[in-house]
Structure formats: C-alpha cells, structure tokens
C-alpha cells in the first residue's frame, strides 16, 4: 500500500461534470487546501485506487485520505465500488463518505451495511454545501487521526 503524504489528497467519485466543478469550488470557498481528485465512475475509483489503466504511473494517483463517493453513477455505481472497497484488504479501512442526492432510507441503510463511514445528503444550495465540506474536512483532517500520520494543511 502507497505511503500516505500530508496534506492528503481527497478523491471524489461524481459522474456528474456540473457537481464535480459545483464540489471543487465549495471546496475552495471553504478554504480546504487538500488537493481534491475526481474520478467519473466507481470503475474508475476503482483503477485509481489499485493503481490500474490511466492511473498505473506510481505519481498519477496519490492514496487518498477521504473519498466521497456519489451512490447513483453510470457503469458501477456507488454502492458496488464502496462493497469492492470495505472487500479489499488494503482499501478497506479507507475512510468513505457518500455524498448523494438521494433521500431514500433504502440507500442510506444499504451503505451502512456495506461500511460507509458517513452517509451526506447533497446540500441543495451552494452555501449548504460549502456549511457542510467545512466542517466535514475538519472532523476527517483535523480531528480524527491515525497513528503515525501527520494531518496539517487544511486551511489557507
């Protein structure tokens, strides 16, 4: 497994081009320096975090220290690439958040079956959002730590 390096890199799994671009600037307005990654699919996510296809170069995929995870994707979606992630030996403690649009119950309990670590419904407004990266960086960054593991650098 690759070396975790400060600050760490947050990946995000949005099929969506206008939330994804929607995301990164929430991010930015919320001050959040962590490079952000983005990633199309749960396939995807999935050659990004094994290091596969596109992302088979040692420097085109830094390990991530959080992945949002959108649920409702084309190809493999959310639910399939979070069960093959808490199934890996080497990802499965990776800390995941699904970040979606759904509401359903359903969905929320499906994913806590499978290990999420955090279930977010997307905030309808930008402002909701940037109110809910904020504090969401800090919990994973700033508050919760690993031994070992340097988390600095969240804000500018």
Known sequence: ????RTPLTILIADDDPGHRLTIR??????RVINPLRFVEDG???LEYLCCRGTYAAADSAPFPGLILLDLKMQGTDGRKALREIKNHPE???LPVVVLTASRDEEDF???????VDLFITKPITFSGLVKTVKP???CWFAIVTAPGVEFGGLYD
Do not use: I, N, V
Not at 25 to 30: C, G, L, R
Not at 109 to 114: E, F, I, N, Q, S
């Open 136 to 138: 969401l960086c800090q």
């Open 91 to 93: 990802l499965k403690d």
């Open 25 to 30: 600037q929430a991010f930015e307005e919320a």
């Open 43 to 45: 396939e995807e996510l």
């Open 109 to 115: 309990l499906r994913t806590c079956d499978l290990g």
């Open 1 to 4: 497994m690759r070396e975790s």
